[in-house]
């Protein structure tokens, strides 16, 4: 860890609270750099857009994402206020990063009432045993379309 990378993190910590000051959401800020330079940084926009995917590294990885003109983060290094949710942990694997830091854990975020074990838990369960009820419906329907990606030539893997 560097002087620099104190430097990001502070600015993901600023972020944080800057969006939490501005009742933009949740005490929660990310900074996206690359090069040594910062090209993207967010913090949480959850209840002001309505939008529950609106977490600070989601945002942050969108406009990184579009800075570089690419899906994936290819040599870049997230700095986030707290240890990634599950939903951001799975953001941050498909955008693929190098290497991620970050401040508070996620037993920090649960002594303020972010607490996201429960997401953790029912990931352990077997589909019907989920809280929220989920129903396979028309699988060979769709089966198709994904016979068709998997032959379709000019497609950009990912």
């Not at 929660?28 to 857009?49: L, P, Q, Y």
């Not at 939903?87 to 991620?100: D, F, N, Q, S």
Request: hydrophobic content about 40%; charged content about 30%.
């Amino acid at each position: 860890m560097t002087e620099r990378d104190e430097f990001f993190m502070k600015r993901a910590i600023e972020m944080a609270e800057k969006g939490m000051d501005s009742n933009a959401g949740g005490p929660f800020g990310c900074v996206i750099v690359k090069d040594n330079e910062i090209i993207a940084e967010g913090f949480n926009k959850v209840t002001s857009t309505n939008d529950p995917t609106a977490h600070a590294e989601v945002v942050a990885i969108r406009k990184a994402c579009e800075k570089l003109g690419s899906f994936q983060l290819e040599d870049c290094i997230v700095y986030t206020s707290c240890e990634p949710c599950p939903m951001c942990l799975g953001a941050i694997y498909w955008a693929r990063p190098k290497m991620v830091y970050f401040a508070c854990t996620k037993k920090d975020a649960a002594k303020i009432n972010f607490d996201d074990q429960f997401i953790y838990d029912e990931l352990e369960k077997d589909m019907g045993d989920r809280e929220i009820k989920f129903i396979k419906l028309l699988r060979k329907d769709a089966i198709p379309v994904f016979d068709k990606w998997a032959a379709k030539v000019n497609k950009t893997k990912y």
